[in-house]
């Protein structure tokens, strides 16, 4: 009985029923849920379940294997650690919108069909844009909206692609794409979709874009979800298609330049995920067994230290208000706890032996080296280096060390240390008992992470790596400015669309409404007057009712040319975007 | 214990202590790599002795100067208010 009980029904409902209860009750079952989603993930086997027939559809709401399990266990311990770390919050639309983000997450890594992945897919948009709008901030409300206008566009996108692969297969079951098979153009609307949501470069600058104006306990569950369960789809969907390799490659090193020019420490943290999920996504290109197994390791790992990451960044925002490294610095002095735990997220995410990054990243890498290319593998070596270089150096070193800011806080509430405390725990486990984990792996594991040589190769890039920023430290100094990404097509892209709408277009609005109401009406009404004497009923009503319709289609384009077009404006940047996406996509298919 | 491990890493009065401790330990990592056995090797980077260490100053340093020239020549880096 209990194997029908999705987790996502749990999460949904729990979600809805919070705001019911006050005080301590609400937070005690803010835990409790979690909770009891770790207990229902556990007891879940594989198989098919929820299946039933809509309009002629075959939907199978809940379908469990090996590989959604990975990401169910990782999903549901990350909703105890991410509801304990934001347990001392008073805001119930933020807890209550992190249950429905959640719940939605889970719905799309079980689901069976392509329109239950579609609807979890849109929830989850909306539900996690509100942890960016609560922090209430006209920045964070900004943010927002380009999110919400980013993900809708993806939405849209992956709508197309499902119903034209629906009407070219006949089946809407959620499974492998193939180019060519149920049409080329199904295959790269859902691709460019997914992708999206991956944040693969060019469509990657929402999320850093909005994921350091979230909240502080709203970061840390998007960090989560949304980019790994786009990681899962494209698992399920794109296994091997080698495009993704190079993608995956781009994406881990231009995570890592970004990082070097920024100043904002939740943002640093959001172009590392940019860089990390790009080993996901180059595995996931790679598509052998191993790089299966690598990909779906590394997004276990990925959540938990990630999630620790943005936890103890979240931490000293919320007891200084800065974010700028630059207005940071010396905190070590009293906030030993949130330097140590946050530097064993920085060692995991590193891959230090015997850290959990370790035994997860390397199995990427060597399925890179085994089956792929020298130069991948290659590539992916030196986004190790940036990773370590800048969220186990330069971060928490002006953060925490550095030249004194004066700023003494206290540590944080015990909450958030205790769930920072139980990640630490996972980013250390795995790494000393990655039997643990490979366990849990989709396909049998014959990989060893703990050899001779990989120990010393990997300790000789990350130590040389300190040795090299010691050296060139005032190189790195962070610097009080903002990077532009992708989003300058709609942030100041847009402004020259507008530009061009309200003069030129305008104008020429203006000079036809004032032909429309000078000699224009005059004409009509001779014409009027004369025909009345034909026909007075019928045609006086029609000419009337001709004048009036250009009057109010005139008003309505002034309307729309006032305000809501900047919207308009918006949605079409964004399109040309993805549209670029696609054309770059066939451009290298070409090549 | 925790402050004072953390204390260590941040108190400028160990600064000659911390850079002693990193040259012993990289320089035996280099030895290390010297001494260990290879199996087998799949690439030729496998067979280089050192060549982690090389590998790992070379990309920190490449990473820092190349993305620094691209944000400052490139015209990523702007000034905070240019999107207001």
Redesign the interface.
């Known amino acids: 009985m209990i194997e029908w009980f999705h987790p996502a029904l749990l999460m949904i409902v729990g979600g809805l029923v919070l705001p019911l209860f006050k005080g301590v009750w609400q937070k005690s079952l803010s835990l409790i849920i979690p909770l009891l989603v770790i207990l229902e993930v556990s007891q879940l086997t594989a198989g098919v379940n929820g299946n039933f027939n809509f309009a002629g559809i075959e939907l199978v709401l809940f379908k469990v294997d090996k590989l959604s399990l990975v990401f169910g266990w990782v999903f549901a311990f990350m909703a105890f650690i991410g509801n304990l770390y934001s347990l001392h919050i008073t805001d119930t639309g933020q807890r209550v919108s992190a249950f429905l983000y959640i719940g939605s997450a889970f719905g799309v890594i079980f689901a069976g069909d392509w329109f239950t992945l579609l609807v979890s897919w849109e929830i989850m948009a909306f539900a996690s844009a509100y942890l960016i709008f609560a922090s209430k901030k006209q920045p964070a409300i900004r943010a927002g909206f380009r999110y919400l206008m980013v993900h809708v566009t993806g939405g849209v996108l992956l709508f197309g692609g499902i119903v034209l692969h629906g009407i070219q297969t006949g089946s809407f079951l959620f499974g492998p794409l193939e180019y060519g098979q149920g049409g080329s153009l199904a295959y790269t609307l859902i691709l460019v979709s997914f992708m999206l949501n991956a944040a693969v470069p060019p469509l990657n600058a929402w999320l850093t874009d909005a994921y350091p104006e979230a909240t502080v306990t709203g970061a840390v569950f998007l960090s989560a979800f949304t980019t790994k369960t786009a990681v899962y789809v494209l698992l399920r969907t794109y296994p091997g298609a080698e495009i993704l390799v190079w993608f995956g490659v781009a994406m881990a090193i231009y995570g890592?330049?970004?990082a070097?020019?920024e100043n904002d420490s939740r943002r640093l943290l959001g172009y590392h995920i940019v860089s990390q999920v790009g080993y996901m996504v180059a595995g996931v290109g790679i598509g052998t067994e191993m790089a299966i197994n690598g990909v779906a390791s590394h997004a276990f790992a990925h959540i938990l230290y990630k999630g620790l990451l943005f936890m103890g960044a979240g931490a000293v925002i919320h007891m200084t208000g800065r974010r700028k490294l630059t207005e940071l610095g010396?905190l070590?002095?009293t906030m030993?706890?949130t330097?140590?735990l946050y530097m064993v997220g920085a060692l995991a995410i590193s891959a230090f032996p015997f850290f959990s990054g370790f035994v997860s990243k390397s199995m990427i890498i060597a399925a890179a080296?085994?089956d792929h290319s020298?130069t991948a593998?290659?590539l992916l070596?030196?986004a190790s280096?940036?990773t370590f270089?800048h969220t186990g150096l330069k971060l928490p070193y002006y953060m925490?060390?550095g030249k004194d800011s004066g700023l003494r806080p206290t540590e944080p509430p015990k909450n958030m240390l205790y769930a920072m405390g139980i990640a630490a725990i996972f980013c250390v486990g795995i790494g000393v008992f990655p039997g643990l984990l490979y366990d849990l792996l989709p396909y049998p594991v014959e990989f060893k992470p703990y050899t001779?040589?990989h120990i010393?190769?990997?300790?000789?890039?990350?130590?040389?790596?300190?040795?090299?920023?010691?050296l060139?430290l005032k190189?790195?100094d962070p610097?009080?400015?903002?990077?532009?990404d992708t989003d300058w097509f709609y942030?100041?892209g847009a402004r020259l669309f507008i530009w061009f709408a309200n003069k030129p277009v305008l104008h020429w609005e203006q000079f036809l409404i004032t032909l429309g109401d000078g000699p224009g009406l005059r004409t009509l009404h001779r014409w009027s007057e004369r025909s009345l004497q034909l026909d007075t009923k019928i045609i006086d009503a029609a000419v009337n009712g001709v004048a009036n319709t250009a009057r109010r289609s005139g008003e309505t384009f002034r309307r729309l040319q006032t305000g809501i077009v900047s919207h308009y404006g918006l949605a079409m940047i964004v399109g040309l975007i993805a549209v670029v996406g696609i054309f770059m996509l066939f451009g290298s298919r070409g090549a | 214990m925790?402050?004072k491990?953390?204390?260590f890493?941040?108190d400028a009065k160990y600064t000659r202590i911390r850079w002693r401790l990193?040259l012993i330990?990289?320089a035996l990592?280099?030895l290390?790599?010297f001494l260990?056995?290879?199996h087998h090797t799949?690439?030729f980077?496998?067979a280089v002795p050192?060549?982690?260490?090389?590998?790992?100053?070379v990309?920190?340093?490449?990473?820092?100067?190349?993305?620094?020239f691209?944000?400052h020549k490139g015209?990523?880096?702007?000034?905070?208010d240019?999107?207001d």
Do not use: Q
């Open positions: 890592v330049v970004f070097v020019l010396g070590y002095r030993p706890w330097v140590a080296a085994g020298a593998a290659l070596m030196v280096s940036g270089l925490f060390f001779a040589t010393i190769e990997s300790l000789g890039i990350l130590m040389f790596t300190l040795l090299a920023f010691v060139f190189y790195l610097e009080n400015t903002i990077s532009v942030r100041r | 925790i402050a491990l953390v204390n890493f941040g990193l330990v990289l990592i280099v290390a790599d260990i056995e290879r799949e690439h980077w496998d050192g060549w982690g260490a090389a590998f790992g100053f990309s920190c340093a490449a990473i820092i100067f190349v993305s620094k691209i944000g015209g990523i880096m702007k000034d905070e240019y999107y």
